[in-house]
């Protein structure tokens, strides 16, 4: 089946690992919209803060269209009972409380993923400014990230601009929350609005978001909804033009790994290799190769067969990366610049597993050559082409999502460490998380998550952020790279929403139903959502599994989707797992 193909193919790049996600956002104030404003007081003393969420009420205007959850109460299938999901809290209460003094800024979130290889659609183009290199991009021929790869395009908008938002706007509480519809035929935004709205429909009405949607980023209707700033979780090119929460550049290189590896936090000791300056000329002025390369194929390339100075320079850029992979003893790992959805980490542990790496990287069409031809006049300045080579962690014995909230002060705010689960490949495919351990991990987590915080504040950032811990037996193991002898090391740092970030949010829900442990993760499965509920309706109207996030494929009659599943203890958790994937695909992320 075509969608299962697609979704599925990033995952089998060698040692592949991924990254959780990250970003943020609040929308409070004197537009607020809420058609069932209902006061509610939120269990948030078990995530050690005392939550108390009183919603303000808020009222439509005539210049203020709704396109809101609307009034439902409760959640309808016929014949199935559904519970009211009610969060111990919400973005939007974690962004007042971060920052008091803009809380009356009416925020609009933005959730959705982005790509640098295809566009997603004629009204979201593909990001050249702000390069991230996901899986299509560095394993699909290049000459087949087209326009007309009409298959390619449509997975990634499902994950993209539906399924990655829709997790996040279920934690984002009552909000604006900007989806991006597929495509604008009459059916398409219909099914967008029905996948995502069908979704939210299980929250509390007082914590469901008000979805706004749009074409693409260049057509955000600001003026209409009254929204003052966007924040935002990955970096889209089209957001330039917008009052932000803060800077595209500075969140751009906060979640690179040169970034990471500057930071001062205990990561593993890395090499960074710097790409100097840019392709000195056009492809249009370079050669007869490139401008017959550019007439025929939609990504800009630098060919081999190039005889200008762009193709010079190419060599030169690539030389130095290549040498410095070959003097590099195994194990090590090797992280492109800038990535999304489960892509550009390579964990090398064999010289067979370095020969291939460098076999790929050498190729005429492999990811070193496509990243080095996205370099511009406007982006080489954050170094969007370097490569950090790192000491791989030794002997890990903990393997930590751990995701909390960073205040203006730079205090943060504790949410949970998840346990990741990852595949063969290494690439992260879902999360864990055991309410009466939280405790514990905030203790041996409070002052690397404090020196986290307050790295990334002075930045001027306010929002969700996560970081991917692995823990060894002793200190000192692992050499980092700031020369601190530590069992704790940063091996990812996501300044965005994190793809775990549900789980604490959810600790009431779970823990009342008398649900010690929960994990989301990803699947793909034959048919639609209906079909998927009436299987597991016992888990579902006990309140022990529901849907993160869907989304269908009607023409090829399979659905991609994110759920969170609880039990009573691990064991029970794990034969969950376990038998809701015996019928369903991995999706990476």
Not at 187 to 193: C, F
Not at 335 to 353: D, L
Not at 442 to 469: C, N
Request: hydrophobic share 35%; net charge neutral; with cysteine.
């Amino acid at each position: 089946m075509t969608l299962l193909c697609l979704l599925n193919r990033g995952g089998a790049a060698r040692g592949l690992r991924s990254t959780s996600y990250a970003s943020s956002t609040i929308c409070c104030g004197r537009h607020n919209i809420n058609i069932n404003p209902t006061p509610t007081a939120a269990r948030g003393s078990q995530l050690r803060l005392n939550f108390t969420n009183t919603y303000p009420r808020y009222c439509a205007t005539a210049s203020q269209p709704l396109h809101t959850m609307g009034s439902v109460d409760k959640p309808s299938l016929a014949g199935i009972d559904l519970p009211i999901i009610k969060l111990d809290t919400t973005l939007t209460e974690l962004f007042r409380r971060a920052s008091p003094q803009n809380a009356s800024t009416r925020l609009g979130m933005v959730f959705c993923g982005v790509n640098s290889g295809v566009d997603l659609n004629p009204d979201f183009p593909r990001n050249t400014k702000y390069l991230y290199q996901d899986s299509p991009f560095n394993t699909v021929p290049r000459k087949e990230l087209t326009r007309k790869n009409h298959d390619l395009r449509k997975s990634l908008a499902m994950k993209y601009l539906s399924l990655i938002p829709q997790r996040d706007a279920f934690i984002a509480g009552p909000s604006p929350v900007i989806m991006f519809n597929m495509n604008q035929s009459p059916a398409t935004v219909a099914h967008d609005r029905e996948e995502a709205t069908t979704t939210l429909s299980v929250l509390d009405p007082s914590q469901r978001p008000n979805l706004v949607f749009c074409p693409g980023p260049s057509k955000i209707p600001m003026k209409e909804y009254g929204i003052d700033k966007i924040t935002y979780k990955i970096v889209a090119d089209g957001l330039e033009s917008y009052p932000l929460t803060h800077s595209l550049e500075t969140h751009w290189i906060l979640n690179s790994k040169a970034g990471l590896a500057r930071s001062g936090l205990p990561t593993p000791r890395c090499d960074i290799i710097s790409v100097k300056g840019y392709p000195p000329a056009s492809p249009r002025s370079c050669c007869d190769a490139c401008r017959a390369d550019k007439r025929s194929n939609d990504l800009t390339f630098i060919p081999e067969s190039c005889s200008g100075p762009s193709g010079q320079w190419v060599k030169t850029e690539s030389a130095k990366v290549l040498s410095a992979i070959s003097s590099r003893p195994v194990p090590f790992v090797l992280k492109n610049q800038q990535v999304f959805g489960g892509a550009g980490t390579w964990v090398v542990t064999t010289q067979e597993q370095k020969d291939d790496l460098l076999s790929d990287f050498s190729s005429p069409d492999g990811p070193l050559r496509k990243l080095l031809s996205q370099v511009t006049p406007e982006n080489h300045h954050m170094d969007p082409a370097a490569v950090v080579i790192s000491d791989m962690v030794s002997n890990p014995i903990g393997d930590y999502g751990l995701t909390f909230f960073v205040n203006e002060d730079g205090e943060p705010v504790f949410l949970a460490a998840s346990e990741q689960m990852t595949d063969g490949n290494n690439a992260w495919v879902g999360s864990t998380i055991v309410y009466s351990r939280q405790e514990a991990l905030y203790e041996r987590f409070q002052v690397l998550m404090s020196r986290t915080a307050e790295f990334v504040a002075k930045h001027g950032y306010v929002g969700p952020v996560g970081i991917d811990v692995l823990e060894t037996g002793t200190e000192g193991e692992t050499e980092t790279h700031c020369g601190e002898r530590t069992k704790f090391h940063v091996v990812d740092l996501n300044v965005r929403t994190s793809g775990s970030l549900a789980l604490p949010l959810l600790k009431g829900h779970f823990t009342q139903r008398g649900l010690d442990c929960a994990s989301s993760f990803g699947i793909t499965v034959k048919g639609g959502r209906e079909e998927f509920v009436r299987k597991w309706r016992r888990e579902f109207e006990e309140g022990r599994m529901f849907v993160l996030s869907w989304y269908e494929d009607r023409e090829e009659g399979a659905s991609i989707a994110d759920v969170v599943v609880g039990a009573e203890n691990e064991e029970g958790l794990q034969g969950m797992i376990e038998r809701v994937r015996e019928g369903s695909e991995e999706v990476i992320f």
